[in-house]
């Protein structure tokens, strides 16, 4: 085992016969001892992995021979990081079978009762390997990739041995996992204060944390003065802070310097331009009418003047008749429907 040492958690890339050397001694092993070189190799060396193929392996051989007691403990003794769960569970199932006996599943639903918290969650429910590969690291096309099956979420983990949750923020965490699993959250239970900072949500329940702040953090339409609004807020909310160089190459006073607090602009066009001339700002009016279009008044002379510049859809205030609308030519195509009540429309070629 300690020549091995250096794969780290690369128990893939052992030799074969080495790996099932490894495996065949473990399943005949003797209870007195191996329980204490399991935990030594778990706690004590790098090889993680091969800790856990040694306690399946031993807990395999024992269920085949009948012996009873000492298995669960061996599976809890093992399983000493909140992804080793999954881990255990993957390879389990890819050498022995889907089925779980009893030793395995209630060792396992211990170590979950004792690892699973919101800092595990956040930093392994992810289907990550996150194996230490030593000098194999390089090696890896060599070796065909990390030949391990993948280890199961956090929220596989539960559904199949069913641990009983310590207090009432822990079975909050299982049910969020399980929800998380099958892309179902609707919410995250206030006993998760970590999970719900972490998606943005702070105190206040709204949205994904992505989308929180893709609404803070949207520039505005106009450019007040250089400066532009954004988003400096950790993550699960904060305020809004003007960040950013003026275009005269000035800095932007920050808001403990100007003594206040800084204020959010209106999300609208108009209001924003409101809000603006309030602060004290010096922007153009707008005009009174639309961009115009050149041209003459179509209304009758004398009623206004003739050369003039007309607005969209009507002549200029003055004029004594609005301009004439074109009606729109009837359509020389047949009546879709054998129903219509003006009847077929005779096309203007059967007429000559």
């Not at 893709?214 to 809004?240: I, M, N, Q, W, Y």
Request: overall charge positive; some cysteine; glycine content about 12%.
């Amino acid at each position: 085992m300690l020549a091995r040492a250096a794969y780290q958690d690369a128990f893939f890339a052992w030799p074969r016969p080495d790996r099932e050397r490894y495996v065949s001694l473990l399943r005949t092993a003797d209870p007195s001892w191996a329980p204490e070189f399991l935990h030594w190799l778990r706690a004590e060396t790098p090889m993680r992995y091969p800790a856990l193929v040694g306690a399946a392996a031993f807990v395999a051989g024992r269920l085949e021979r009948g012996e009873h007691g000492v298995s669960r403990q061996v599976i809890a003794s093992v399983l000493r990081r909140a992804d080793d769960p999954g881990h255990l569970l993957a390879y389990w199932s890819a050498a022995y079978g889907p089925s779980l006996p009893k030793p395995v599943k209630r060792g396992v639903a211990d170590a979950v009762t004792r690892l699973y918290d919101e800092q595990s969650l956040l930093a392994y429910d992810d289907g990550g390997h996150y194996f230490e590969l030593g000098f194999v690291r390089a090696d890896l096309p060599r070796h065909g990739g990390i030949g391990t099956p993948r280890p199961l979420r956090f929220g596989e983990v539960i559904r199949l041995v069913h641990p009983r949750a310590r207090d009432r923020a822990q079975g909050d965490l299982f049910r969020y996992a399980l929800a998380r699993r099958t892309g179902r959250v609707r919410t995250i239970p206030a006993t998760l204060p970590l999970v719900r900072s972490w998606a943005g949500m702070g105190d206040a329940v709204g949205g994904s944390g992505a989308e929180r702040l893709r609404k803070e953090s949207a520039p505005p339409a106009a450019d007040f003065g250089g400066a532009r609004l954004s988003s400096a807020a950790k993550v699960g909310g904060g305020s809004e802070v003007l960040v950013g160089p003026l275009r005269g190459g000035g800095d932007v006073a920050s808001p403990e310097r100007e003594g206040g607090p800084v204020v959010e602009a209106p999300a609208g066009g108009a209001a924003r331009l409101q809000w603006q001339r309030g602060k004290g700002n010096q922007l153009p009016n707008p005009p009174p009418y639309p961009p115009h279009l050149p041209g003459r008044c179509r209304c009758s002379p004398g009623s206004g003047p003739a050369p003039a510049t007309r607005r969209p859809g009507g002549c200029l205030p003055g004029c004594g008749e609005p301009e004439p609308r074109r009606t729109p030519k009837p359509s020389s195509r047949p009546c879709p429907s054998s129903t219509c009540s003006a009847g077929p429309m005779v096309s203007p070629a059967s007429n000559r």
